[in-house]
């Protein structure tokens, strides 16, 4: 089974804080994505990258950043965390362009 | 732009008590319709893949099938387990994003 795991399930930190958010794909995935999941906005898209090194913005990059140095690794960046940056982060992967994504479960995070 | 409406937001049935969540979708050259359960606090769980219009897919009680326009996710006889939030999501050609909808709710009571 394709199993995709992320650092924490919860995340507590303060407005300023610099906050990193890993994702780890064990499958050797090609592309990897960062979501975050608001109540009555749905699932919207961070950023993804299709290969290491390489990244592209999705729908709502302002105010983050990622890096992906190893192709199992993909990470989320908030450069000063906010509290309007308080949300469910989800990652997930995929071996190639046309495959469902695979999920991992979830960093919940507060801003306060 | 692809654009994913599902409807209803909520549901609540009785165990036992069939009925459809409903998917409509636009988007440019379909590559993929995608069913996912996502239980309170956790990550989505994949369920199906549709490519094509006519195709369906069943799995227990939850039965996918597409048409050009819509999805339909079946759920026949539930149980209370499956009380969960089901998402679908679409993929357009040329494209490594899905973009999804805002889910059903589905509350199933004994």
């Known amino acids: 089974d394709v199993k995709v795991t992320q650092s924490s399930r919860y995340l507590v930190k303060r407005t300023g804080e610099k906050v990193f958010l890993e994702c780890v794909q064990d499958?050797?995935?090609?592309?990897m994505f960062w979501y975050r999941q608001d109540p009555g906005l749905g699932l919207r898209l961070i950023y993804f990258?299709?290969?290491?090194?390489?990244?592209e913005k999705g729908d709502i990059p302002e105010g983050y950043s990622v890096s992906r140095e190893k192709k199992e690794r993909f990470s989320l960046i908030l450069e000063s965390a906010s509290t309007n940056q308080t949300s469910m982060y989800l990652c997930?992967?995929?071996?190639?362009?046309?495959?469902?994504?695979?999920f991992g479960p979830g960093t919940r995070l507060t801003v306060l | 732009e692809d654009q994913v409406t599902q409807s209803p937001e909520a549901l609540r049935l009785q165990e036992g008590e069939s009925s459809s969540l409903n998917c409509s979708y636009t988007?440019?050259?379909?590559?993929?319709l995608f069913w996912y359960r996502q239980d309170p606090g956790k990550g989505p769980e994949f369920l199906f893949t549709?490519?094509?219009a006519g195709e369906e897919k069943e799995k227990e009680r939850l039965k996918a099938t597409l048409t050009k326009k819509e999805s339909f996710l079946h759920i026949t006889a539930p149980k209370p387990e499956d009380s969960a939030t089901y998402l679908c999501?679409?993929?357009?050609?040329?494209?490594?994003?899905?973009?999804f909808g805002k889910g059903t709710k589905l509350s199933v009571i004994p």
């Open positions: 997930a992967s995929i071996p190639g362009s046309y495959n469902e994504q695979f």
């Open positions: 499958m050797d995935h090609e592309n």
């Open positions: 990258s299709y290969d290491v090194k390489m990244k």
């Open positions: 988007v440019s050259g379909l590559r993929g």
């Open positions: 549709l490519y094509s």
């Open positions: 999501a679409v993929r357009g050609a040329g494209s490594y994003q899905l973009t």
